[in-house]
Protein backbone atom coordinates (compact mmCIF):
# COMPACT_ATOMS: atom_id res chain seq x y z
CA UNK A 1 0.00 0.00 0.00
CA UNK A 2 2.52 2.67 0.90
CA UNK A 3 4.80 1.95 -2.11
CA UNK A 4 1.93 2.54 -4.36
CA UNK A 5 1.22 5.59 -2.47
CA UNK A 6 4.73 6.35 -3.40
CA UNK A 7 4.21 5.38 -7.24
CA UNK A 8 1.29 7.85 -7.02
CA UNK A 9 2.62 10.55 -6.28
CA UNK A 10 5.70 10.38 -8.21
CA UNK A 11 3.45 9.96 -11.30
CA UNK A 12 1.68 13.07 -9.62
CA UNK A 13 4.84 15.20 -9.79
CA UNK A 14 5.47 14.29 -13.45
CA UNK A 15 2.13 15.01 -14.29
CA UNK A 16 2.45 18.26 -12.71
CA UNK A 17 6.46 19.13 -14.07
CA UNK A 18 6.33 22.68 -13.03
CA UNK A 19 3.18 23.99 -12.64
CA UNK A 20 1.35 24.33 -9.10
CA UNK A 21 -2.21 23.01 -8.68
CA UNK A 22 -4.63 25.79 -7.89
CA UNK A 23 -5.75 26.03 -3.52
CA UNK A 24 -8.29 28.39 -1.82
CA UNK A 25 -8.13 30.14 1.39
CA UNK A 26 -10.68 32.10 3.01
CA UNK A 27 -9.76 35.44 0.97
CA UNK A 28 -10.73 33.57 -2.32
CA UNK A 29 -14.75 34.14 -3.30
CA UNK A 30 -15.09 30.49 -3.85
CA UNK A 31 -13.83 29.22 -0.57
CA UNK A 32 -16.41 28.72 1.08
CA UNK A 33 -18.39 27.22 -1.38
CA UNK A 34 -15.82 25.00 -2.54
CA UNK A 35 -15.31 23.60 1.10
CA UNK A 36 -19.18 22.88 1.07
CA UNK A 37 -19.50 21.20 -2.18
CA UNK A 38 -15.98 19.32 -1.93
CA UNK A 39 -15.45 19.11 1.68
CA UNK A 40 -18.57 19.00 3.69
CA UNK A 41 -17.03 16.48 6.15
CA UNK A 42 -14.43 18.95 7.09
CA UNK A 43 -16.13 20.95 10.18
CA UNK A 44 -13.94 23.79 11.60
CA UNK A 45 -15.52 25.03 15.43
CA UNK A 46 -13.72 28.62 16.35
CA UNK A 47 -11.98 28.73 19.27
CA UNK A 48 -14.92 31.79 20.61
CA UNK A 49 -17.49 28.92 20.36
CA UNK A 50 -15.19 26.75 22.44
CA UNK A 51 -15.73 27.27 26.60
CA UNK A 52 -13.12 29.88 27.76
CA UNK A 53 -12.15 28.21 31.00
CA UNK A 54 -11.33 24.46 29.12
CA UNK A 55 -9.13 26.51 26.50
CA UNK A 56 -7.33 28.03 29.73
CA UNK A 57 -6.84 24.30 31.28
CA UNK A 58 -5.89 22.63 28.09
CA UNK A 59 -2.90 25.37 26.94
CA UNK A 60 -2.00 25.29 30.75
CA UNK A 61 -1.86 21.50 30.30
CA UNK A 62 0.50 21.72 27.23
CA UNK A 63 2.94 24.30 28.95
CA UNK A 64 3.07 21.65 31.70
CA UNK A 65 4.28 19.03 29.20
CA UNK A 66 6.63 20.56 27.62
CA UNK A 67 8.59 21.86 30.77
CA UNK A 68 8.66 18.41 32.10
CA UNK A 69 10.12 17.76 28.98
CA UNK A 70 7.68 15.21 27.81
CA UNK A 71 7.24 15.81 24.39
CA UNK A 72 10.08 13.64 21.86
CA UNK A 73 10.82 13.30 18.51
CA UNK A 74 9.71 9.61 17.18
CA UNK A 75 12.50 7.88 15.18
CA UNK A 76 10.56 6.45 12.33
CA UNK A 77 10.91 3.76 9.34
CA UNK A 78 9.66 5.01 5.51
CA UNK A 79 10.67 2.82 2.78
CA UNK A 80 13.31 1.28 4.76
CA UNK A 81 14.98 4.27 6.28
CA UNK A 82 15.15 5.61 9.59
CA UNK A 83 13.71 9.68 9.68
CA UNK A 84 13.64 11.81 12.90
CA UNK A 85 10.09 13.61 12.90
CA UNK A 86 10.47 17.54 12.89
CA UNK A 87 7.27 17.43 15.74
CA UNK A 88 6.86 16.17 18.68
CA UNK A 89 4.90 14.01 20.41
CA UNK A 90 3.24 12.37 23.05
CA UNK A 91 0.33 9.68 23.39
CA UNK A 92 -2.21 10.50 25.93
CA UNK A 93 -5.02 7.65 26.30
CA UNK A 94 -6.67 4.63 27.57
CA UNK A 95 -4.42 2.85 29.95
CA UNK A 96 -2.74 -0.21 28.39
CA UNK A 97 -3.56 0.85 24.54
CA UNK A 98 -0.56 1.57 21.60
CA UNK A 99 -1.12 3.62 18.84
CA UNK A 100 0.79 2.57 15.52
CA UNK A 101 2.40 4.85 13.25
CA UNK A 102 5.10 4.65 10.22
CA UNK A 103 5.93 1.47 11.55
CA UNK A 104 6.25 2.71 15.10
CA UNK A 105 4.24 1.68 18.17
CA UNK A 106 3.41 4.45 20.56
CA UNK A 107 2.55 3.42 24.61
CA UNK A 108 -0.34 5.93 26.26
CA UNK A 109 0.67 7.50 29.05
CA UNK A 110 -2.58 6.81 30.46
CA UNK A 111 -5.29 9.70 31.54
CA UNK A 112 -6.75 8.58 34.72
CA UNK A 113 -10.17 7.36 33.96
CA UNK A 114 -12.87 6.42 36.41
CA UNK A 115 -11.87 2.94 38.21
CA UNK A 116 -7.68 3.52 37.49
CA UNK A 117 -5.32 5.60 39.72
CA UNK A 118 -2.57 6.02 37.37
CA UNK A 119 0.77 7.34 38.83
CA UNK A 120 2.60 9.82 37.76
CA UNK A 121 6.20 11.23 37.73
CA UNK A 122 4.87 15.02 38.77
CA UNK A 123 1.38 15.64 40.10
CA UNK A 124 0.74 18.29 37.13
CA UNK A 125 1.81 15.20 34.75
CA UNK A 126 -0.85 13.88 35.93
CA UNK A 127 -3.38 16.76 36.37
CA UNK A 128 -2.40 17.63 32.25
CA UNK A 129 -3.69 13.95 31.53
CA UNK A 130 -7.01 14.86 33.38
CA UNK A 131 -7.36 18.21 31.47
CA UNK A 132 -6.71 15.98 28.38
CA UNK A 133 -9.20 13.58 29.13
CA UNK A 134 -11.45 16.29 29.89
CA UNK A 135 -10.81 17.65 26.12
CA UNK A 136 -11.69 14.35 25.04
CA UNK A 137 -15.05 14.02 27.01
CA UNK A 138 -16.00 17.87 25.61
CA UNK A 139 -14.72 16.78 21.64
CA UNK A 140 -16.56 13.40 21.69
CA UNK A 141 -19.99 15.54 22.35
CA UNK A 142 -19.24 18.20 19.63
CA UNK A 143 -18.36 15.07 17.19
CA UNK A 144 -21.17 13.23 17.74
CA UNK A 145 -23.28 16.71 17.50
CA UNK A 146 -21.40 17.37 14.03
CA UNK A 147 -21.95 13.84 12.76
CA UNK A 148 -25.87 14.52 13.64
CA UNK A 149 -25.86 17.99 11.42
CA UNK A 150 -24.18 15.77 9.09
CA UNK A 151 -26.90 13.23 8.80
CA UNK A 152 -29.37 15.74 8.92
CA UNK A 153 -28.01 17.50 5.99
CA UNK A 154 -27.53 14.44 3.70
CA UNK A 155 -31.16 13.07 4.26
CA UNK A 156 -32.47 16.84 3.43
CA UNK A 157 -29.98 17.15 0.37
CA UNK A 158 -29.35 20.68 1.99
CA UNK A 159 -25.78 22.46 2.62
CA UNK A 160 -27.93 24.48 5.20
CA UNK A 161 -25.61 23.55 7.58
CA UNK A 162 -22.44 26.09 7.59
CA UNK A 163 -19.02 23.83 8.02
CA UNK A 164 -17.33 26.49 9.65
CA UNK A 165 -19.42 27.50 13.20
CA UNK A 166 -18.16 30.75 15.02
CA UNK A 167 -19.15 31.16 18.70
CA UNK A 168 -22.33 32.79 17.53
CA UNK A 169 -23.94 29.99 15.54
CA UNK A 170 -26.92 28.54 17.51
CA UNK A 171 -26.49 24.70 18.34
CA UNK A 172 -30.31 22.94 18.68
CA UNK A 173 -30.69 19.44 18.31
CA UNK A 174 -31.04 17.99 15.27
CA UNK A 175 -33.47 15.65 15.23
CA UNK A 176 -34.38 12.01 15.90
CA UNK A 177 -32.56 9.25 15.63
CA UNK A 178 -33.14 5.76 16.06
CA UNK A 179 -31.58 3.69 18.86
CA UNK A 180 -28.47 2.19 16.13
CA UNK A 181 -27.74 5.10 14.30
CA UNK A 182 -27.41 6.75 17.89
CA UNK A 183 -24.42 4.05 18.61
CA UNK A 184 -23.02 4.21 15.57
CA UNK A 185 -22.43 7.94 15.79
CA UNK A 186 -21.30 7.80 19.73
CA UNK A 187 -18.75 4.63 18.42
CA UNK A 188 -17.21 6.83 15.82
CA UNK A 189 -16.68 9.74 18.25
CA UNK A 190 -15.44 7.05 21.18
CA UNK A 191 -11.74 8.47 21.03
CA UNK A 192 -9.36 6.50 22.97
CA UNK A 193 -6.02 8.11 22.52
CA UNK A 194 -4.82 11.43 21.65
CA UNK A 195 -1.77 12.08 19.95
CA UNK A 196 -0.25 15.36 21.14
CA UNK A 197 1.84 17.43 18.79
CA UNK A 198 4.49 20.19 19.50
CA UNK A 199 6.63 22.10 17.01
CA UNK A 200 8.47 25.60 16.85
CA UNK A 201 9.42 26.15 13.50
CA UNK A 202 12.14 28.65 14.64
CA UNK A 203 14.28 25.40 15.76
CA UNK A 204 13.96 23.81 12.56
CA UNK A 205 16.56 24.17 10.42
CA UNK A 206 14.88 22.50 7.49
CA UNK A 207 11.26 21.85 6.45
CA UNK A 208 10.08 20.39 3.25
CA UNK A 209 7.89 22.47 0.83
CA UNK A 210 4.55 21.58 0.00
CA UNK A 211 5.38 20.30 -3.22
CA UNK A 212 1.54 20.35 -5.41
CA UNK A 213 0.13 23.83 -4.76
CA UNK A 214 3.20 25.97 -3.57
CA UNK A 215 1.28 26.10 -0.08
CA UNK A 216 5.03 26.32 1.58
CA UNK A 217 6.64 25.25 4.54
CA UNK A 218 5.04 21.74 6.24
CA UNK A 219 5.37 20.74 9.24
CA UNK A 220 3.44 17.64 8.35
CA UNK A 221 3.35 16.45 4.77
CA UNK A 222 0.44 15.07 3.13
CA UNK A 223 -1.29 11.82 4.90
CA UNK A 224 -3.87 10.23 5.75
CA UNK A 225 -4.07 9.43 9.31
CA UNK A 226 -2.90 5.40 10.33
CA UNK A 227 -4.81 2.81 11.95
CA UNK A 228 -8.08 4.57 12.75
CA UNK A 229 -11.38 2.37 13.58
CA UNK A 230 -13.06 2.76 9.87
CA UNK A 231 -15.14 6.02 9.16
CA UNK A 232 -14.51 6.58 12.49
CA UNK A 233 -13.85 10.71 13.40
CA UNK A 234 -10.68 12.61 14.44
CA UNK A 235 -10.91 15.97 16.22
CA UNK A 236 -8.12 18.26 16.73
CA UNK A 237 -7.74 21.36 19.19
CA UNK A 238 -5.10 23.39 17.89
CA UNK A 239 -3.04 26.20 19.95
CA UNK A 240 -0.04 28.08 18.51
CA UNK A 241 1.54 30.27 21.34
CA UNK A 242 1.86 33.74 20.89
CA UNK A 243 -0.66 34.64 18.34
CA UNK A 244 -1.39 38.41 18.81
CA UNK A 245 -3.96 40.65 16.52
CA UNK A 246 -1.23 41.62 13.71
CA UNK A 247 -1.36 38.01 12.60
CA UNK A 248 -4.80 38.94 11.28
CA UNK A 249 -3.69 39.21 7.77
CA UNK A 250 -6.04 36.32 5.53
CA UNK A 251 -7.50 39.46 4.25
CA UNK A 252 -4.02 41.09 2.88
CA UNK A 253 -5.02 41.35 -0.97
CA UNK A 254 -1.39 42.02 -1.43
CA UNK A 255 -0.52 38.39 -0.08
CA UNK A 256 -0.39 35.79 -2.60
CA UNK A 257 -1.59 32.15 -1.38
CA UNK A 258 -2.07 31.29 2.71
CA UNK A 259 -0.07 33.60 4.80
CA UNK A 260 3.12 31.56 5.49
CA UNK A 261 3.06 33.37 9.16
CA UNK A 262 0.01 31.37 10.34
CA UNK A 263 -0.30 28.14 10.67
CA UNK A 264 -2.93 26.22 8.65
CA UNK A 265 -4.32 22.50 7.65
CA UNK A 266 -4.01 21.80 3.99
CA UNK A 267 -6.87 19.59 2.68
CA UNK A 268 -7.33 17.89 -1.02
CA UNK A 269 -9.09 15.20 -2.18
CA UNK A 270 -6.55 12.20 -2.86
CA UNK A 271 -5.29 11.84 -6.00
CA UNK A 272 -7.50 14.31 -7.73
CA UNK A 273 -5.69 17.37 -9.55
CA UNK A 274 -9.04 18.91 -10.66
CA UNK A 275 -10.61 20.26 -7.62
CA UNK A 276 -8.64 23.30 -5.87
CA UNK A 277 -7.02 22.31 -2.00
CA UNK A 278 -8.19 24.24 0.98
CA UNK A 279 -6.03 26.08 3.38
CA UNK A 280 -7.67 26.53 6.65
CA UNK A 281 -6.15 28.58 8.67
CA UNK A 282 -5.55 27.62 12.57
CA UNK A 283 -6.03 30.62 15.32
CA UNK A 284 -5.13 29.96 18.58
CA UNK A 285 -7.73 27.16 20.20
CA UNK A 286 -9.75 26.67 16.75
CA UNK A 287 -10.96 23.14 16.30
CA UNK A 288 -11.66 20.49 13.50
CA UNK A 289 -12.82 17.59 12.95
CA UNK A 290 -12.71 15.13 10.44
CA UNK A 291 -15.93 13.02 10.29
CA UNK A 292 -17.29 9.88 8.30
CA UNK A 293 -14.88 8.91 5.55
CA UNK A 294 -12.80 12.08 5.04
CA UNK A 295 -9.62 10.73 6.07
CA UNK A 296 -10.00 7.88 3.27
CA UNK A 297 -10.91 9.62 0.89
CA UNK A 298 -8.88 13.08 1.53
CA UNK A 299 -5.47 13.33 2.53
CA UNK A 300 -4.32 16.48 4.58
CA UNK A 301 -1.12 18.52 5.69
CA UNK A 302 -0.08 20.51 8.87
CA UNK A 303 1.35 24.35 6.93
CA UNK A 304 4.05 25.34 9.45
CA UNK A 305 3.28 29.44 10.49
CA UNK A 306 5.82 31.63 12.89
CA UNK A 307 4.88 30.64 16.27
CA UNK A 308 5.49 27.46 18.32
CA UNK A 309 2.17 25.34 18.19
CA UNK A 310 0.79 22.56 20.08
CA UNK A 311 -1.62 20.21 18.77
CA UNK A 312 -4.47 17.85 20.91
CA UNK A 313 -5.05 14.75 17.73
CA UNK A 314 -7.87 12.89 18.87
CA UNK A 315 -8.71 9.58 17.51
CA UNK A 316 -10.46 6.21 17.71
CA UNK A 317 -7.32 3.93 17.48
CA UNK A 318 -8.10 0.49 15.36
CA UNK A 319 -6.74 -1.58 18.90
CA UNK A 320 -8.03 -5.14 18.40
CA UNK A 321 -4.04 -6.12 17.66
CA UNK A 322 -3.04 -2.93 20.06
CA UNK A 323 -3.52 -3.62 23.44
CA UNK A 324 -2.22 -4.75 26.73
CA UNK A 325 -5.11 -7.24 27.45
CA UNK A 326 -4.86 -8.21 23.46
CA UNK A 327 -1.10 -9.21 23.65
CA UNK A 328 -1.14 -11.07 27.24
CA UNK A 329 -4.17 -13.16 25.72
CA UNK A 330 -2.11 -13.74 22.92
CA UNK A 331 1.17 -15.17 25.19
CA UNK A 332 -1.16 -17.12 27.24
CA UNK A 333 -2.27 -18.58 23.76
CA UNK A 334 1.05 -19.55 22.94
CA UNK A 335 1.83 -20.93 26.20
CA UNK A 336 -0.97 -23.12 26.78
CA UNK A 337 1.55 -25.86 24.66
CA UNK A 338 4.06 -26.06 27.78
CA UNK A 339 4.67 -28.47 30.24
CA UNK A 340 7.07 -27.59 32.64
CA UNK A 341 9.00 -30.48 34.53
CA UNK A 342 8.26 -30.27 38.16
CA UNK A 343 10.83 -31.73 38.97
CA UNK A 344 13.97 -30.43 36.48
CA UNK A 345 12.09 -26.44 35.44
CA UNK A 346 12.42 -28.17 32.05
CA UNK A 347 10.23 -27.11 29.35
CA UNK A 348 8.27 -29.40 27.55
CA UNK A 349 5.18 -29.23 24.80
CA UNK A 350 2.10 -30.92 25.53
CA UNK A 351 1.55 -30.93 21.38
CA UNK A 352 3.73 -30.81 18.28
CA UNK A 353 0.99 -30.62 15.78
CA UNK A 354 2.86 -28.49 13.04
CA UNK A 355 -0.31 -25.83 13.26
CA UNK A 356 0.24 -25.63 16.78
CA UNK A 357 3.92 -24.99 16.83
CA UNK A 358 3.35 -22.17 13.86
CA UNK A 359 0.64 -20.25 15.77
CA UNK A 360 3.31 -20.08 18.16
CA UNK A 361 6.57 -19.15 16.99
CA UNK A 362 3.92 -16.41 14.73
CA UNK A 363 3.25 -15.21 18.74
CA UNK A 364 6.53 -14.97 19.77
CA UNK A 365 7.49 -12.99 17.06
CA UNK A 366 4.46 -10.91 17.86
CA UNK A 367 5.57 -9.76 21.56
CA UNK A 368 9.58 -9.66 20.54
CA UNK A 369 8.93 -6.92 17.22
CA UNK A 370 5.48 -5.72 17.45
CA UNK A 371 6.25 -5.08 21.45
CA UNK A 372 9.07 -5.54 23.20
CA UNK A 373 11.61 -4.26 20.67
CA UNK A 374 9.47 -1.21 19.89
CA UNK A 375 9.14 -0.42 23.49
CA UNK A 376 12.67 -0.25 24.16
CA UNK A 377 13.70 0.86 20.81
CA UNK A 378 12.06 4.11 22.49
CA UNK A 379 14.85 4.72 25.13
CA UNK A 380 13.47 5.51 28.82
CA UNK A 381 11.06 8.39 27.47
CA UNK A 382 8.07 7.05 29.22
CA UNK A 383 10.05 7.09 32.07
CA UNK A 384 9.49 11.11 32.24
CA UNK A 385 5.33 10.60 32.41
CA UNK A 386 4.64 7.54 33.99
CA UNK A 387 5.92 4.27 35.27
CA UNK A 388 2.59 2.46 34.31
CA UNK A 389 4.47 0.36 31.58
CA UNK A 390 7.53 -0.97 33.78
CA UNK A 391 5.49 -3.75 34.98
CA UNK A 392 3.69 -5.03 32.21
CA UNK A 393 6.85 -4.98 30.02
CA UNK A 394 8.97 -7.03 32.59
CA UNK A 395 6.23 -9.31 32.54
CA UNK A 396 6.50 -9.74 28.95
CA UNK A 397 9.66 -10.29 28.57
CA UNK A 398 9.37 -13.20 31.53
CA UNK A 399 6.73 -14.66 28.79
CA UNK A 400 8.90 -13.89 25.53
CA UNK A 401 11.71 -15.75 27.26
CA UNK A 402 9.02 -18.75 28.39
CA UNK A 403 9.00 -18.84 24.53
CA UNK A 404 12.57 -18.97 24.04
CA UNK A 405 12.41 -22.07 26.28
CA UNK A 406 9.64 -23.32 23.60
CA UNK A 407 11.27 -22.98 20.38
CA UNK A 408 14.58 -24.80 21.59
CA UNK A 409 12.23 -27.70 22.30
CA UNK A 410 10.85 -27.62 19.22
CA UNK A 411 14.56 -27.85 17.85
CA UNK A 412 15.57 -30.71 20.19
CA UNK A 413 12.81 -32.87 18.62
CA UNK A 414 13.68 -32.16 15.32
CA UNK A 415 16.87 -32.76 16.16
CA UNK A 416 15.92 -35.68 17.98
CA UNK A 417 17.19 -39.81 16.14
CA UNK A 418 14.20 -41.40 15.46
CA UNK A 419 11.87 -38.75 14.73
CA UNK A 420 10.02 -39.69 11.69
CA UNK A 421 11.36 -37.99 7.93
CA UNK A 422 7.66 -36.74 7.39
CA UNK A 423 6.84 -35.81 11.12
CA UNK A 424 10.22 -33.82 11.20
CA UNK A 425 9.34 -32.01 8.08
CA UNK A 426 6.00 -31.05 8.61
CA UNK A 427 7.83 -29.46 11.99
CA UNK A 428 9.99 -27.64 9.89
CA UNK A 429 7.96 -26.47 7.39
CA UNK A 430 5.84 -24.89 10.42
CA UNK A 431 8.46 -23.18 12.49
CA UNK A 432 11.36 -22.01 9.26
CA UNK A 433 9.36 -18.98 8.19
CA UNK A 434 9.06 -17.60 11.78
CA UNK A 435 11.77 -18.18 12.67
CA UNK A 436 13.51 -16.73 9.35
CA UNK A 437 11.92 -13.52 10.26
CA UNK A 438 12.58 -13.40 13.48
CA UNK A 439 16.82 -13.72 12.43
CA UNK A 440 15.96 -11.28 9.94
CA UNK A 441 14.47 -9.10 12.20
CA UNK A 442 16.71 -8.99 14.74
CA UNK A 443 19.48 -7.70 12.74
CA UNK A 444 17.12 -5.29 11.48
CA UNK A 445 16.29 -3.66 14.81
CA UNK A 446 20.02 -4.36 16.37
CA UNK A 447 21.47 -2.06 13.34
CA UNK A 448 18.66 0.68 13.49
CA UNK A 449 19.54 0.65 17.58
CA UNK A 450 23.23 1.43 16.47
CA UNK A 451 22.54 3.58 13.37
CA UNK A 452 24.25 7.13 13.20
CA UNK A 453 20.97 8.82 13.86
CA UNK A 454 20.00 7.30 16.86
CA UNK A 455 23.91 8.19 18.73
CA UNK A 456 22.58 11.83 18.45
CA UNK A 457 19.48 11.23 20.28
CA UNK A 458 19.60 12.34 24.30
CA UNK A 459 20.85 9.84 26.97
CA UNK A 460 17.26 8.78 27.91
CA UNK A 461 15.71 8.59 24.55
CA UNK A 462 18.43 6.45 22.51
CA UNK A 463 17.39 3.22 21.48
CA UNK A 464 18.51 0.07 23.54
CA UNK A 465 18.61 -2.86 21.56
CA UNK A 466 16.24 -4.83 24.01
CA UNK A 467 16.00 -8.36 24.39
CA UNK A 468 19.55 -8.84 23.88
CA UNK A 469 22.31 -10.69 25.30
CA UNK A 470 25.46 -13.01 24.26
CA UNK A 471 26.53 -16.24 22.57
CA UNK A 472 27.96 -17.64 26.46
CA UNK A 473 24.74 -16.66 28.62
CA UNK A 474 23.70 -19.49 30.30
CA UNK A 475 20.24 -17.96 31.09
CA UNK A 476 19.08 -17.91 27.64
CA UNK A 477 18.80 -21.52 25.79
CA UNK A 478 19.13 -19.87 22.56
CA UNK A 479 21.22 -17.31 20.45
CA UNK A 480 20.76 -14.14 20.07
CA UNK A 481 21.80 -14.50 16.30
CA UNK A 482 19.85 -17.50 14.76
CA UNK A 483 22.02 -17.76 11.32
CA UNK A 484 23.54 -20.97 12.23
CA UNK A 485 20.16 -22.73 13.06
CA UNK A 486 18.47 -21.63 10.23
CA UNK A 487 20.71 -23.05 8.13
CA UNK A 488 20.72 -26.13 10.12
CA UNK A 489 16.92 -26.37 9.45
CA UNK A 490 17.11 -25.42 6.23
CA UNK A 491 19.64 -28.33 5.39
CA UNK A 492 17.20 -30.84 7.39
CA UNK A 493 14.59 -29.99 5.19
CA UNK A 494 16.50 -30.85 2.42
CA UNK A 495 17.96 -33.81 3.64
CA UNK A 496 14.31 -35.29 4.14
CA UNK A 497 12.87 -33.94 0.90
CA UNK A 498 12.89 -37.36 -2.11
Known amino acids: MKLLMYTRKLRLLEELEDTWLPYLTPKDDEFYQQWQLKYPKLILREAGSVPEELHKEVQEAFLTLHKHGCFFRDLVRIQGKDLLTPVSRILIGNPGYTYKYLNTRLFTVPWPMKGTSP ?31 LACKEKANIDAVPVCIGPDFPRVGMGSFDGQDELD ?3 RAAYNVTLLNFMDPQKMPYLKEEPYFGMGKMAVSWHHDENLVERSAVAVYSYSCEEGPEEESEDDPQLEGRDPDIWHVGFKISWDIETPGLAVPLHQGDCYFMLDDLNATHQHCVLAGLPPRFSSTH ?49 HNEVEFEWLRQYWFQGN ?17 ELWKKMEGVTNAVLCEVRREGVPVEQRNEILTAILASLTTRQNLRREWHARCQSQIARTLPVDQKPECRPYWEKDDPSMPLPFDLTDIVSELRGLLLEGKP
Open 119 to 149: KYDEPDIGAACQTFLKLNDYLQTETVQALEE
Open 185 to 187: MKN
Open 315 to 363: RVAECSAGTLDYILQRCQLALQNVRIEADSGDVSLKSFEPAVLKQGEEI
Open 381 to 397: RYRKCTDWWCQPMAQLE
